[in-house]
T-cell receptor, first 116, second 111 residues
Framework: NAGVTQTPKFRILKIGQSMTLQCTQDMNHNYMYWYRQDPGMGLKLIYYSVGAGITDKGEVPNGYNVSRSTTEDFPLRLELAAPSQTSVYFCASSPLIRATGGYEQYFGPGTRLTVT | AQSVTQLDSQVPVFEEAPVELRCNYS??????LFWYVQYPNQGLQLLLKYLSGSTLVKGINGFEAEFNKSQTSFHLRKPSVHISDTAEYFCAVGLFRELVFGTGTRLLVSP
């Protein structure tokens, strides 16, 4: 049981390049999330998905896109990389334990992205 | 709207000493509360969670937290820390499908 896996672990991009951060979970969780973590800022939600074919914006979605074609995969796309997107990106997933929430999220190991 | 405040950005402590990491939250409705730990260059791992019931919650690695509704707090405690507890700790409040995280507290344990 691998849990949540992310690739790549590290990446350096030039300004204006594009890339896709991959995220896969094998726990059959409905909910998946993308966060970015910047020093002293905690985690900020970029996008989330409540199931295949359904995605929604989080707190900081500008400059990113997502898709969810399967339960397992939730890739994050950067179209025109900018220095402000230098960050550590975490993917997470969760089951829905009860109708009002109360779930815990399971995190991947992260992708460290530098845009220069 | 929900928010989480972690009052200390960094807490230095000596090995075997007790520690308390503070967390306050604001929410207009009942919430679920979590503490996560992040070791260097790793993802976040759940330490403990409060969903309902007893206000004293025990987690992994000897940590515990107490939910105080009147003070809207969920402080994390450990009676005796180890060097291996050096990490960043995040408090989070959850409602429905989202978690809102605090900015984190770095626990630095020295010999």
């Amino acid at each position: 049981n691998a849990g949540v896996t992310q690739t790549p672990k590290f990446r350096i991009l030039k300004i204006g390049q594009s890339m896709t951060l991959q995220c896969t979970q094998d726990m059959n969780h409905n909910y998946m999330y993308w966060y970015r973590q910047d020093p002293g800022m905690g985690l900020k939600l970029i996008y989330y998905s409540v199931g295949a074919g359904i995605t929604d914006k989080g707190e900081v979605p500008n400059g990113y896109n997502v898709s969810r074609s399967t339960t397992e995969d939730f890739p994050l796309r950067l179209e025109l990389a900018a220095p402000s997107q230098t960050s550590v990106y975490f993917c997470a997933s969760s089951p829905l334990i009860r109708a009002t929430g109360g779930y815990e999220q399971y995190f991947g190991p992260g992708t460290r992205l530098t845009v220069t | 709207a929900q928010s989480v405040t972690q009052l200390d950005s960094q807490v230095p402590v000596f090995e075997e000493a007790p520690v308390e990491l503070r967390c306050n939250y604001s929410s207009s409705v009942s919430v679920y509360l979590f503490w996560y730990v992040q070791y260097p260059n790793q993802g976040l791992q759940l330490l403990l969670k409060y969903l309902s019931g007893s206000t004293l919650v025990k987690g992994i690695n000897g940590f515990e937290a107490e939910f105080n509704k009147s003070q809207t707090s969920f402080h994390l405690r450990k009676p005796s820390v180890h060097i291996s507890d050096t990490a960043e700790y995040f408090c989070a409040v959850g409602l429905f499908r989202e978690l809102v995280f605090g900015t984190g507290t770095r626990l630095l344990v020295s010999p």
